[in-house]
């Protein structure tokens, strides 16, 4: 398969960038979208050019670090998939592909397709967590009966990777979908409801402070998330939020 | 309002609350201007209630007033703020494979009704001050029928007031059902509460739309 790549090129946070264009030949399908850019990168470093720079680590979708705009969309235009886990058929022969980092004011750009995202580890140190003792006297987590439902909800709240794929689709930079699950993961458990109403108000506070912009409810967000984090998340941590300010 | 303004919850929960008011109005505007196609003496009878019980006029009118006020300076605050919160754009942006065009473009559609209700209060309510307190005419519980027919005689107003009222569908296509999400509420309701106010959405514009046409081609003929 030939692809034109059309992909940004940055020296470094201080530098503007810029697209550059890459005709690329001998794709094959199988191949997933970062084995299509290790191809590019070792044409790039046999002909003594900067490879192209982009974040990856576990490669089968479970780290979250993968990022990649393709062609207007976070991990491209399948669905359910991060972007090691897009696959090359999805694109035709001659395609033009557009390659750019998730444009965030709270991710800027540290090196071309390479962004910053520790706001999300800083909304995270907010409030992501519940306090417990490990000093040798913890109880047995199951030891507390939990209604399947809400074990469920929580789980599929917890599946969240960090990836910030939300935040790259939604048109208002929004981080809501994130920030919201890992909210409704300690929410829906006795364990986390301990310190529920100050959880709640420390993240969305750090959410804000990082300079993501506000929810207006386009959905773009869950269409996008790898993980199928739902819209229900946002409308829990909304009412966590309210009620949470309601008792101060 | 810097209270109200600040966190993106507390913003989302005002433009909703504002938002429902204004929602809930128009169904009652709604149910007093169709009674001038069906029965005008109603029609002039309650528009008569409207402009001079004074709980209408000093207590709900400034309310509603505010309400509005308040809806759309949020609606241009969150735009602003959005809009900062992502200084470098896209080369490339698919808005379209995720989400819904009128959910894109709230701005847009809340912008042209902006426009329109500066116009619709010239027409109106501008008249009806004039009317009361500026000229001091009497009370005349029968002139309301032939004001508002009238005011449809020009092509122009009423083709203005039908794409306001497209535009105003648009905006409660996304916004209505979009109120309760930020308010909290997404249960087994939810697809309920979807289909009705889709059904609202499209039929309280419509109807304002076809009162508008059905003035202009129905003149009082002198
Ligand atoms: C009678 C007129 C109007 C009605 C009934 C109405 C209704 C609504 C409703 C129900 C929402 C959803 C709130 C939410 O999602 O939280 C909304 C959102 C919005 N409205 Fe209006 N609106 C009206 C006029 C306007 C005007 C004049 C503007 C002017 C700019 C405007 C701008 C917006 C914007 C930008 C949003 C999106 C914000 C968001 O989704 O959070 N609206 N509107
Ligand atoms: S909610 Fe989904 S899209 Fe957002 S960071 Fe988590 S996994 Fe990624
Ligand atoms: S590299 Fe880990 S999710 Fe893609």
């Known amino acids: ?11 470094d946070a201080n530098t503007k960038g810029q697209i550059k264009e890459y005709p690329i030949d001998g794709i094959d399908g199988d191949m997933s979208f970062l084995e299509m850019m290790d191809v590019l990168n070792e044409d790039l470093i046999a002909k003594g050019e900067e ?13 979250g670090s993968c ?20 696959h090359m ?19 800027p750009v540290i090196k071309d397709l390479i962004v910053d995202r520790t706001a999300f580890d800083r909304i995270q140190q907010a409030g992501g967590y519940i306090s417990v003792n490990t000093s040798g006297h913890t109880v047995d987590a199951n030891a507390i009966p939990i209604n399947k439902e809400d074990a469920d909800d ?15 689709a939604c048109k208002n930079a929004s981080a809501m979908l994130f920030t919201s699950a890992k909210v409704s993961q300690y929410a829906l458990l006795p364990q986390g409801r301990i310190e529920a109403v100050e959880r709640v108000q420390n993240m969305v506070r750090q959410m804000d402070l990082e300079g993501f912009g506000n ?10 998330c790898p993980k199928g984090i739902s819209l229900e998340n946002i409308a829990r941590m909304n009412r966590e939020y309210l009620s949470a300010k309601v008792k101060g | 309002m810097s209270g109200l303004t600040k966190s993106s919850i507390a913003r989302k929960v005002v433009m909703a609350l504002s938002g429902l008011f204004l929602v809930l109005f128009l169904g009652q505007h709604f149910t007093i201007n169709i009674t001038s196609v069906i029965a005008p003496d109603t029609f002039n009878e309650w528009s008569h209630f409207m402009g001079y019980n004074p709980l209408v006029q000093y207590l709900l009118q400034p309310i509603l007033i505010a309400g509005v006020v308040v809806h759309f300076v949020m609606g241009f605050v969150l735009e602003i703020q959005n809009n900062k919160a992502r200084v470098i754009k896209y080369v490339k942006y698919n808005g379209g494979a995720n989400a819904p065009w009128v959910s894109r473009n709230m701005i847009i559609s809340g912008a042209v009704i902006l426009a329109f209700l500066a116009l619709h209060f010239y027409d109106f309510w501008v008249h009806e001050m004039t009317y009361k307190y500026i000229e001091s005419n009497p009370e005349d519980p029968t002139r309301y029928y032939a004001e ?38 997404n249960n087994k309701y939810t697809p309920g509460i979807k289909k009705f106010a889709r059904i609202y959405a499209i039929a309280i514009p419509l109807g304002f739309a076809i009162i508008a046409i059905y003035h202009h081609f129905n003149p009082i003929t002198h």
């Open chain 1, 154 to 168: 929580s789980f599929y709240a917890a599946a969240c990777i960090g990836c910030g794929a939300c935040v790259a």
């Open chain 1, 89 to 107: 058929r999805k694109f035709k022969d001659n395609d033009t592909i557009v390659i750019e980092p998730f444009r965030a004011k709270a991710f």
């Open chain 2, 148 to 185: 508002t027919v009238e005011k449809f005689e020009p092509v122009w107003r009423t083709v203005l007031y039908v794409i306001s009222f497209v535009l105003l569908a648009l905006h409660l296509l996304h916004g209505f059902a979009s109120s309760f999400q930020s308010m909290g509420v």
């Open chain 1, 1 to 11: 398969m030939k692809l034109n790549l059309k992909i940004w090129r940055q020296k």
């Open chain 1, 67 to 86: 990022s990649l705009q393709i062609n207007g969309e976070p991990h491209g235009p399948d669905r359910m998939v991060t972007t090691c886990q897009l």
């Open chain 1, 51 to 63: 490879p192209v720079e982009f974040d990856h680590d576990c490669r089968e979708g479970i780290c």
């Open chain 1, 215 to 224: 929810c207006t409810n386009t959905g773009a967000c869950e269409v996008e």
